[in-house]
């Protein structure tokens, strides 16, 4: 039965991994699951496995000059890839040697059809294979997972939050870390005082204009302290708007020394 127009035309994450039994894991749950089942985005998880040529499914071999481990075979993954690219969607590895997965890259992702995103194992993936299918490297962050699962999830979620409707508040979005090249201030609710701890009197004040100038001034003073990459950045950034999407996405990858060696996260 083919799927109802919405659902056919919602954004859509295929995920190639060899373990597609993890999926949908926790994005079935919370604010991306009720979105998943009200049809705003799809996913789909595809075995590698299915792709193999041989009797027992293998889709890795040694390392060419030698080493520890094995690489997934190019033959095996190039054909996952062309059983779910429609020649729109981006391909995209997630590796630790990728450029690190931003803000601004997420709302990109957002605007698109969806996203192929190839999960490796063992030692990576055959270099060829990302080459042959201009595949995109993504980092999630600068340590090391036993599979690319875990990120790919994480990829997922922050994309799958910022489509339309999927947030009750769309204007969240707007005031959280990141969105405008800082972390987010910090957050208080009820009671207004815990274990002798007090919420600041200004955003009990009611005064808006106040509360909005505490708020920057935070989250300038967070970012300053934590972040001095994104500080840098944001001190530096400029009025143009698409230079200031480019700087955007430059700028955790400032902080990180350059790309890492290992393949397999």
């Known amino acids: ?19 597609p039994g993890l999926f949908p894991g926790p994005l079935a749950e919370s604010l ?25 499914r ?34 995209l590895y997630l590796s630790p ?29 055959d270099q060829r294979v990302l080459d042959g299918r ?3 490297e993504v980092s999630v962050g600068d340590f090391v997972m036993t599979g690319g699962e875990i990120p790919a999830m994480a990829l997922i979620d ?17 005031e959280e870390s990141f969105a405008g090249g800082l972390l987010e201030a910090p957050c208080y609710t009820r009671p207004p005082e815990w274990e002798g701890r007090a919420t600041p009197e200004v955003l009990l004040s009611g005064h808006h204009a106040r509360i909005a100038d505490w708020r920057k001034a935070q989250a300038e003073a967070v970012t ?10 944001h001190v530096a950034r400029p009025a143009d708007p698409d230079e200031a999407r480019e ?13 890492m060696k290992e393949h397999d996260q």
């Not at 922050?158 to 204007?171: D, F, K, M, Q, S």
């Open 58 to 91: 293998s889709v890795d071999g040694p390392p060419a000059g030698g080493g520890p481990g094995m690489v997934m075979r190019p033959d095996v993954v190039s054909a996952a890839i062309d059983s779910a690219w429609d020649g729109v969607r981006p391909i």
């Open 158 to 174: 922050g994309v799958v939050r910022l489509l339309p409707g999927v947030l009750g508040n769309a204007a969240s979005v707007e």
């Open 1 to 19: 039965m083919d799927d109802p127009p919405e659902v056919a035309t919602a954004w859509a994450a295929t995920v190639l991994t060899i373990f």
């Open 32 to 56: 991306t699951g009720q979105a998943l089942a009200k049809g705003l985005w799809r996913l789909d998880a595809l075995d590698i496995r299915a792709f193999a040529r041989d009797k027992h």
């Open 97 to 125: 040697r990728g450029r690190p997965f931003t803000q601004a890259r997420a709302a990109e992702l957002a605007r698109g059809k969806g996203a192929i995103l190839l999960c490796g194992r063992f030692e990576g993936v």
């Open 134 to 136: 201009a595949v995109e």
């Open 224 to 233: 300053k302290e934590r972040r001095p990459d994104l500080w840098r950045a």
């Open 247 to 259: 700087l955007s996405d430059a700028q955790t990858f400032a902080g990180t020394g350059g790309p």
